[in-house]
T-cell receptor, first 116, second 112 residues
Framework: AQSVTQLDSQVPVFEEAPVELRCNYS??????LFWYVQYPNQGLQLLLK??????LVESINGFEAEFNKSQTSFHLRKPSVHISDTAEYFC??????????????FGSGTRLSIRP | DAGVTQSPTHLIKTRGQQVTLRCSPI?????VSWYQQVLGQGPQFIFQ???????GRGNFPDRFSARQFPNYSSELNVNALLLGDSALYLC???????????FGPGTRLLVL
């Protein structure tokens, strides 16, 4: 079975500092990888996704993630964070099963807190 | 276009009661999935439906059931509620099931 490991449960950083949220997955087959963000008391929003092609994927708000097959990693980075980035970030992998079904397997989440 | 919508936003029930949660997918999406997110954890897969048929079920007891209607909306039912069922219940929609899933705001259920 596939699994996702987020190595840090909490990451505190100062505003305008760079940040990296680490994620490793276990899979021996092709995978679809995602980062979702959850702001306080809200649902999940898709931040970015890797399906195929370029290993570096970007979001519209400055985050990027790099798919590294040899290290089975999909770390999330941002060169300069803002207070508004304070949220819980979930790394996830799509687990295909049956002929036409899939489920998302989530990591345990990383709480990003930004200090002014 | 409207995103995934869920109702109600919050719900309080007592142990042993039954609850029904509702979800409307993004227009054009034919697949709906349900997830349970317990406080402090990542979401856990409960069900996936596509074209009104159950395509997958997670490791949840039979007290949990769901269905999908001809308009692709869906309901999640939980019977004989337990305290441990207190969670945020998330609905996600996708075009066919094996593609990107987009989540709704969730229904927060508290069982007393």
């Amino acid at each position: 079975a596939q699994s996702v490991t987020q190595l840090d449960s909490q990451v505190p950083v100062f505003e305008e500092a760079p940040v990296e949220l680490r994620c490793n997955y276990s899979s021996s087959v092709s995978v679809y990888l995602f980062w979702y963000v959850q702001y306080p008391n809200q649902g999940l929003q898709l931040l970015l996704k890797y399906l195929s092609g370029s290993t570096l994927v970007e979001s519209i708000n400055g985050f990027e993630a790099e798919f590294n097959k040899s290290q089975t990693s999909f770390h999330l980075r941002k060169p300069s964070v803002h207070i508004s980035d304070t949220a819980e970030y979930f790394c996830a992998v799509s687990d295909l099963f049956g002929s036409s079904a899939s489920k998302i397997i989530f990591g345990s989440g990383t709480r990003l807190s930004i200090r002014p | 276009d409207a995103g995934v919508t869920q109702s109600p936003t919050h719900l309080i029930k007592t142990r042993g009661q039954q609850v029904t949660l509702r979800c409307s997918p993004i227009s054009g999406h034919k697949s709906v999935s349900w997830y349970q997110q317990v406080l402090g954890q990542g979401p856990q897969f409960i069900f996936q439906y596509y074209e009104k048929e159950e395509r997958g079920r997670g490791n949840f007891p039979d007290r949990f059931s769901a269905r999908q209607f001809p308009n692709y909306s869906s309901e999640l039912n939980v019977n004989a509620l337990l305290l441990g069922d207190s969670a945020l219940y998330l609905c996600a929609s996708s075009l066919r099931g094996q593609d990107t899933q987009y989540f709704g705001p969730g229904t927060r259920l508290l069982v007393l």
